[in-house]
């Protein structure tokens, strides 16, 4: 398979028609797009801790939830940032493609994945752009043994790998719990509306953090790489049944941790 039928192929699964219109994922890197892929590396952020993986590793293609290019490239300079980075790909000849919000709103993508690790049942889409999910656990529980349950879930070892969480207790008890992985802040009116009585997210600012209360809704924030890291396992699922005769890898770097 090439990059471009990999990249196609993706597309078909994980459709641009999912994304937010101010998303700036796809194709970002594509030096060769008739290249075979015969090693692809899986993950959340595509740093310069990555590349230096993919070209150490001799990976052809890098598969990230985040793009490399958020903002927009603008120009291919390595003098700046974003710059250096796409002229270290091309050189390199390692293509870059990332399913951002699209990955958000799909069926078994970021959310549903969070849902199920948080053991939430009757999983529902809300909201217009479709990246939010409520659902509800098998029976009411204290807010303290959900959280414990997140971070359980969520972390993958102990020190830097494990997640650290910021609670808002409201009620103090969890049944229907509405999330959306990464930052999701600035969406708690939505659960809200859909009758949640607790809210998980990965980040949120300050004032969203009080805005709990008023909204009287329980707030968890476990992490923006804690809440979207495992769809990696997803990619990795996703691509070993379209291209199975690819070597592949999962790989975190720089992740931001509390200490």
């Not at 001799?58 to 940032?81: E, R, Y």
């Not at 969480?165 to 009620?171: H, I, K, M, R, Y």
Request: aromatic share 6%; proline share 3%; glycine share 10%.
């Amino acid at each position: 398979m090439t990059v471009i039928e990999l990249y196609n192929k993706l597309g078909e699964i994980i459709p641009a028609s999912l994304s937010c219109p101010w998303d700036k994922d796809g194709l970002e890197s594509c030096p060769e797009p008739q290249k075979e892929v015969k090693k692809i590396l899986i993950t959340l952020d595509i740093t310069n801790a990555a590349i230096d993986r993919a070209i150490e590793g001799n990976f052809d293609v890098i598969v990230s939830h985040h793009p490399v290019f958020f903002g927009g490239l603008g120009v291919m300079n390595a003098l700046t940032f974003d710059g250096a980075k796409a002229v270290r790909l091309a050189r390199n000849n390692i293509a870059a493609m990332s399913f951002h919000t699209r990955l958000d709103a799909r069926e078994d993508g970021v959310n549903d994945t969070l849902a199920r690790l948080c053991g939430l049942k009757n999983i529902e889409i809300i909201g217009d752009d479709k990246v939010a999910r409520v659902g509800e656990l098998d029976e009411e529980i204290a807010l303290s043994d959900f959280a414990k349950k997140v971070k359980s879930v969520l972390s993958y070892g102990s020190g830097e790998r494990e997640a650290t969480l910021t609670v808002c207790n409201v009620n103090g008890k969890v049944k229907r719990v509405a999330l959306v992985g990464g930052s999701g802040g600035d969406m708690m009116n939505l659960a809200k509306e859909a009758g949640a009585d607790t809210y998980l997210t990965g980040d949120a600012k300050h004032h969203e953090y009080l805005g709990a209360y008023d909204f009287g809704i329980n707030l968890i924030c476990a992490g923006h790489f804690f809440t979207e890291h495992p769809v990696c396992e997803y990619l990795d699922k996703t691509l070993g049944e379209i291209c199975p005769d690819t070597q592949r890898e999962i790989y975190f770097s720089n992740q931001m941790i509390t200490i």
